[in-house]
């Protein structure tokens, strides 16, 4: 089973899902599709008149508020163009695609913060009904239900709240969560690099293999946002996903490409999986 | 087993929602629930600065052109903002809610013309690339699956293409398709009338019951949209729904009205079935 995550960047789009389906329906192993849509995100809210408010935490941590129309916005462009466009382009291509949020059938559920202290233009402020929150639990049930009925489940975030409202949570954490607990062989992360590099401006300092037994290394010359993944790849083949990999989602046979050792490899190498 | 159509019109809106997602709660009877979304469609064309464009066919009828980006705008307005808002209220009732367009896992095919003759601004027209069509099959398994585990499916337009795209399809005559072929005890549409009217523009001339053995006098009344209406539920009654009820969408527990016998229910009586 293959949890495979593509990526929202305008890199990937229209013309690479064509690419993924091609490359899907020549897969007989069950999978789950997890894909973003922050592009079209980004170009549905220029277009609407909202511009980002970007707010700094407490923590010092940036993000974007997500108040009430940014979340319609999000559910527009994610749920909406974004997951029909794919699970159309999938359906041409012969693959029994089901396109759902990870509101339906409770698959995720988050946590927001009530009252958000946090600073705007550099002036502090207090906002409420922020929509950004944090994965608390998910439930394969309904994933588990279709993939055991030939179906490709087609899934995007928001989750639910626990007030019911749409909570924007990290797709890639979802991808990690959802793996983790359906046991998955392979985790399969898609973005419009090749990869995880050394140096993030230099395509050929591409890192081939992380052995999961030994990370030092790899964690030693990972640098800001690299280190977020490679810890989060590593706990998930701690958990028992098989392996992840991160790979290019701009190239023709992007799933094939992966899955035969292009881009970087994180697993236990087999002399440690013996022992 | 129930099937609902919910009307897309400004009148029924989240707080709509809300009175729905109350009285699903307490229902026991496994229903399907399909929605509109017209008046988000209309609200988020105007705001992207996409006006409708009334195309006249040759048999006469006017219909808004539905290119590429008016297709992105609908999933956007229906998949999007109006099936995920729905979902998370009926999932924060306690509705087991899973959302889906009619594209997913095949529920619905239709059928568009390539190439489309009309007439615009009066001056005749050839238009390629439009995303309007007719239903031509439907598949209730991914329905059958998910009713017999508990979910309750909430379904939208647009039902795919057979080129891959998402085609424009009627909302109650989806609904009707499905309730046929579900066999539906009852096939209920909610929408900003308290049901069938003599008179439109009076609310007060309500038709109480239409006896599908013998309904020559609602016909003989019926104008207009309305002949529509009446001849598809005598349609669904003669393929074997049990009762096909108009209701009213505005009120505090629509779906127990309308089951009681508010609104406008069509069906044979008792006497002609027990022949």
Redesign the interface.
Known sequence: MLVIKIGGGAAIGEGGYTNFAADLAGIEEPVVLIHGGNAEFSE?SR??GMPPRMITSSSGRVTRYTDAPTM?AM???????V???L???L???GV??????A????IAVGRRKPVLRCAEDGKPKVLRDDHAGTLETVDPS?LR?LLD?G?VPVLTP?A?GE????INVDGDKLALELATVLRADGLLFFSDTPGLLRDRDDETSLIDEIDASSPESALATAKGRMVVKVEAALGAVERGVGRVVFADGRIATPIRAALSGQGTTVRRTRATVTL
Request: contains cysteine; hydrophobic residues 40%; charged residues 20%.
């Open positions: 549905l277009r609407l319609d559910l527009m462009a994610y749920c909406g163009k997951n029909k466009r699970v159309s382009t359906r041409a291509a029994n695609a089901v396109g759902l949020s509101i339906d059938g409770g309904l239900l009925n179906y928001p639910l007030e019911g409202v749409p």
